[in-house]
């Protein structure tokens, strides 16, 4: 099970960062993403990390503003968001996969959260 949180209102240009804190001892075993899903929009893809922490990747749209982050003994994975803009309003989802593509992206995870909603003010 994984609960995500940290999400709330925010000015552009602003900081957030997200959690997402898991149940189970499997959880160091699996990777970790993040995608977020804005009003009418398909969700989509936004960061990951590998099982070690030693692998990341991010969507272009977030590169460079984005990092994230996990903590095996915590059972927990972190999404910084830097220089918020209000295209970042979404609600984002964290979601666990036993596997990535080499992009970083599975997008048939095992494992969703339940989603934190994140709203950028202009």
């Known amino acids: 099970q994984l609960q995500a949180s940290g999400g709330g209102l925010v000015q552009a240009g602003g900081s957030l960062r997200l959690s997402c804190a898991a149940s189970?001892?499997?959880?160091?075993?699996?990777?970790m993403q993040w995608f977020r899903q804005a009003p009418g929009e398909e969700r989509e893809f936004v960061a990951s990390?590998?099982?070690?922490?030693?692998?990341?990747y991010y969507a272009g749209s977030v590169k460079g503003r984005c990092t994230i982050s996990r903590d095996n003994a915590k059972n927990t994975v972190y999404l910084q968001i830097d220089s918020l803009k209000p295209e970042d309003t979404a609600v984002y989802y964290c979601?666990?996969?036993?596997?990535?593509?080499?992009?970083?992206?599975?997008?048939?995870?095992?494992?969703w959260g339940q989603g934190t909603l994140v709203t950028v003010s202009s």
């Open positions: 979601a666990a996969a036993p596997t990535t593509d080499r992009t970083g992206r599975n997008y048939s995870p095992d494992y």
């Open positions: 990390i590998n099982w070690s922490g030693y692998l990341t």
């Open positions: 189970g001892r499997a959880f160091s075993t699996y990777a």
